[in-house]
């Protein structure tokens, strides 16, 4: 390991770095976090958002998914337009910017219960159904960001109309976890060709992208490396990837992978100092705060600069047992750590500049977004004291 790293890791020296011991990884955080700071200071930003899980029905069944479900399934759900609506009017009036769709892989080709509820809603397709619901978002003041598992390039041009960003985590290039009893053996749309063929193709579209690796499936490191690294080469071919999320494994009850291992905290922090290491400079490195409870400290040492979106309104529904934290508690602690947590847009702003990448129509929704989200945030972004009431994360019940 080079004694100082000032620029991405060459691929070999990723690679070696792979498996590295845990009693050496102090200055491979320190040389992460370094990096961090050159490149984007000590502010670490959260997105405001509305989550909004317009079906949890799904085609694939991986084996660590807690959040779907088929029809006639306890727990299954679709949003009605009404309740999409009422949702995002309460996320307007808390101050969210973002919307963030998220659903199952392919619903609409696999069960017919739900092709006759689309059809109630006056849509023959679950694209259809985002792109409308894109549009009462944007008159409201909401920015769509959509994770609908995998598209179709033709459905990625449609819902760029209404979504500043889309998104689909790649989870891991290594086909070895499609294998029978492995978790992805019965999730066709866990292919990484497929997966890897929707990033590329989003890039083709200049579409701004977020992605990531999921931790504790039962990957090696360097399976891990190999996955960013190959995130890395489509950025570079395209430059639309915005941020890559670090996010790990959490078991459920009752579900195939229920007494599988969580990675441990240092497996985390290893993870996400090598995305800071390899990533280019330009793109974000993010990890979920509600799945590392009590992990602030550990993972800002290893060069986070994003917790990603955080709900004033709404729980996490794909990890509805890890509730968000608290906003003032946690500029507290990033206070205390030597940061400032800002709020941003679901887009991240340089894109906004970029000639093609953000439909010009929602460049200026996106600015006008952006005052409100630093008049309803900014305050408690900067100082732990105050407007607590506007930033802080509720649990509701969900019936799962």
């Not at 292919?191 to 039962?218: V, W």
Request: aromatic share 6%.
């Amino acid at each position: 390991m080079r004694t100082e790293i000032t620029g991405p890791l060459a691929e070999d020296e990723a690679l070696a770095l792979a498996d590295l011991p845990h009693e050496d990884m102090g200055a491979l955080l320190a040389s992460a976090a370094k990096r961090r700071d050159a490149l984007w200071g000590r502010r670490v930003t959260f997105s405001p958002k509305v989550f909004l899980p317009l079906t949890n029905l799904c085609r694939n069944r991986c084996d660590y998914c807690s959040f779907r479900r088929s029809p006639g399934q306890p727990g299954e759900w679709t949003m009605t337009p009404s309740e999409v609506t009422d949702t995002m009017a309460r996320a307007r009036a808390a101050g969210c910017v973002e919307a963030l769709f998220c659903l199952g892989d392919k619903p609409e080709g696999a069960f017919s219960a739900y092709r006759k509820t689309l059809a109630t809603f006056g849509h023959s397709s679950t694209v259809e159904y985002l792109h409308a619901s894109g549009r009462e978002a944007l008159a409201m003041g909401l920015l769509p960001h959509t994770n609908a598992g995998v598209l179709e390039a033709d459905e990625m041009a449609r819902l760029k109309e209404v979504n500043v960003s889309l998104g689909l985590m790649l989870e891991n290039v290594s086909p070895r976890l499609c294998e029978p009893g492995m978790p992805h053996h019965r999730a066709p749309d866990k292919r990484p060709e497929r997966r890897m063929r929707m990033i590329d193709q989003a890039g083709e579209l200049r579409i701004p992208f977020t992605t990531g690796i999921l931790l504790g499936i039962g990957e090696t490191r360097r399976e891990r490396v190999e996955s960013l690294l190959a995130i890395r080469a489509l950025h570079r071919k395209h430059g639309h990837i915005q941020e890559v999320i670090v996010q790990n494994f959490r078991a459920t009850p009752s579900l195939p992978m229920a007494h599988a291992p969580e990675p441990e905290d240092m497996e985390i922090a290893h993870a996400v100092a090598m995305a800071r290491l390899i990533l280019d400079d330009d793109v974000g490195v993010q990890a979920p705060p509600n799945l590392n409870p009590g992990g602030t400290e550990l993972l800002l040492s290893a060069g986070i600069n994003d917790w990603g979106g955080i709900s004033p309104v709404t729980p996490d529904y794909i990890n509805p047992r890890h509730p968000w934290p608290h906003l003032d508690a946690l500029a507290t602690e990033h206070e205390r750590l030597g940061f400032v947590l800002k709020p941003r847009l679901p887009v991240y702003e340089r894109y906004l500049a970029k000639d093609g990448f953000v439909v010009p129509s929602l460049v200026e929704l996106s600015r006008d977004a952006m005052e409100r989200m630093e008049r309803a945030f900014g305050r408690a972004a900067v100082r732990a004291a105050g407007a607590a009431s506007a930033t802080s994360a509720t649990v509701q019940e969900v019936a799962l």
